[in-house]
């Protein structure tokens, strides 16, 4: 980082540096206020952040709701209720040379200031969510929403400033350019959310003032469908899961993994799930989001010629539509097998039987979810014994980042670090050790 940052970023860290020195953001009552504060934004603004999730990526109120505003809502209410407990200091045992008058014990120090950088998927959450812990953690924020999401964007910018203690928050707009700026500047921690490139990016500028990083990425997350199971639950869960925000979520099942049979029964329940679903014309269900930009629209389109249309197939770039589509007959070398989809494209990889379906994971980037639909003790039992991912979830997707005692987050090329309740807290805060013996 040999260029001089602009002013702006520079002088909104000292700001907020000089703020956290004075100890404002320490006492648990701030930190309590802050949540409060952020709480009311959002139970007095839902309407006006659905209407912005609605024009950014034409979520239903419903989902709006679900996914994003109330999510962070009982975040809130889980950080509010158990904070005290998590902060509290944590003895160790004295060894025995120390004398039995010398006492041990770890605190939890927040950090300074840090920065959260968001993505355009579920553009609100992953931007309040990390906030929730940095500030439950006493430390002041420099947030920057995904200029991918501008109306989000403008919202989130305007309401936390209004909402939150300014001196200690601050809200940057913009994107590569501002996100540079602010990259170059000296943060206590780096919280980053989006794909792993930009991750390497973050890592290598978070590197020059060795600061710690959180890398919440992504990657191919499997799906793998065990024979013997009963398809129409599989295909329901899988279509949930899949078709959510239109494929657009970092945990969404990439791909179905299963034997050729099981492969050929679920090809049907799977049409069934996303006519129940979407209906007969996604298009006009209220229900069924939309792709987030013309660039990732061509992405996509440009990946549904990699197998056999099952359901759906249909897109519109004017809308920014992609049908609900399920691919058959995909081999793991087509394009669409090359990447992470993050959008409504499900294909069906097809392999012998269980222990190819294990090699086939572990042939692969560890994933940032892995989800086993099988009966078979044994069968789940391997996979959680033999393979590697960010999270496993036996028999139904995404649904382990709503435990909030649940640590989420990747490993290795799905990412670093992890998040929600307590663990946002370890994230943010450092584990201070303390040794205290009597000097008489
Ligand atoms: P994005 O393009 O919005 O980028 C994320 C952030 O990085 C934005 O704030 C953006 O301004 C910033 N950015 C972009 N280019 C940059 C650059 N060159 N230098 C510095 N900053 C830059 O979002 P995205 O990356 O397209 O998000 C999708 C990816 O994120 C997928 O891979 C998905 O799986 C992953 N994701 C992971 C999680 C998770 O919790 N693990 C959640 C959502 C998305």
């Known amino acids: 980082m040999n260029h001089p940052a602009p002013e702006q970023p520079a002088a909104t860290v000292a700001r907020l540096r000089e703020t956290f020195r004075t100890g ?6 701030w930190r309590t206020a802050q949540l409060r504060r952020l709480r009311d934004l959002l139970t007095e603004n839902g309407p006006e952040l659905a209407a912005a999730l609605h024009a950014d990526l034409g979520k239903s109120s419903t989902e709006a709701h679900r996914t994003e505003i109330d999510f962070t809502v009982r975040e809130i209410d889980h950080t509010l209720a158990h904070l005290a407990d ?3 200091p944590e003895p160790a045992p004295v060894p025995a040379h120390l004398g039995a008058d010398a006492g041990a014990w770890t605190q939890y120090d927040p950090l300074g200031v840090v920065l959260v950088i968001a993505p355009w998927n579920y553009p609100a959450q992953l931007l309040l969510t990390p906030m929730i812990g940095a500030l439950a953690a006493g430390n002041a924020v420099v947030a920057k929403p995904s200029e991918l999401a501008p109306a ?11 909402y939150l203690d300014t001196e200690a928050v601050a809200v940057v707009e913009g994107g590569v350019a501002e996100t540079t700026a602010l990259l170059a500047e000296r943060f206590d921690h780096i919280f980053y959310t989006g794909n792993g490139t930009v991750g390497r990016i973050v890592m290598r500028a978070a590197a020059e003032h060795l600061t710690p990083v959180t890398l919440e990425l992504g990657g ?3 799906a793998f469908v065990d024979r013997g199971t009963d398809l129409d639950v599989v295909a329901d869960r899988l279509v949930r899961g899949k078709f959510l925000n239109a494929g657009q979520t970092c945990v969404a099942p990439d791909y179905v993994l299963t034997d050729p049979a099981t492969a050929a029964a679920l090809e049907p329940a799977l049409t069934r799930a996303v006519e129940a679903l979407f209906g ?3 298009a006009a269900s209220p229900e069924y989001g939309r792709i987030v930009n013309e660039r990732h629209f061509d992405r996509l389109t440009g990946l549904l010629g990699s197998g056999r249309v099952v359901v759906g197939g249909g897109s519109d ?7 609900p589509t399920v691919l058959a007959d995909v081999v793991p070398e087509a394009p669409v097998m090359r990447e992470e989809i993050f959008g409504p494209i499900l294909p069906i ?4 039987g269980l222990d190819e379906a294990i090699d086939f994971v572990n042939d692969r980037d560890k994933p940032l979810a892995l989800y086993v639909f099988a009966e078979s003790d044994a069968t789940r039992s391997r996979f959680a014994a033999e393979t590697s991912s960010g999270a496993l979830g036996h028999g139904l997707p995404l649904a382990h980042l709503t435990v909030s005692d649940l640590p989420f987050g990747g490993v290795g090329e799905s990412g670093t670090g992890s998040y929600h309740g307590r663990y946002s807290i370890e994230t943010f805060s450092h584990r201070k050790a303390v040794l205290e013996k009597p000097l008489s």
Not at 24 to 29: A, F, I, N, S
Not at 152 to 162: G, H, I, M, Y
């Open 24 to 29: 404002r953001t320490k006492p648990v009552e």
């Open 86 to 88: 998590w902060l509290r």
């Open 152 to 162: 989000t964007s403008a919202v989130l910018a305007r309401l936390l400033t209004a």
């Open 220 to 222: 191919k997350s499997p």
């Open 280 to 282: 007969t014309d996604p």
């Open 317 to 323: 770039r004017t809308a920014k539509y992609i049908a």
């Open 349 to 352: 990889v097809t392999v012998p």
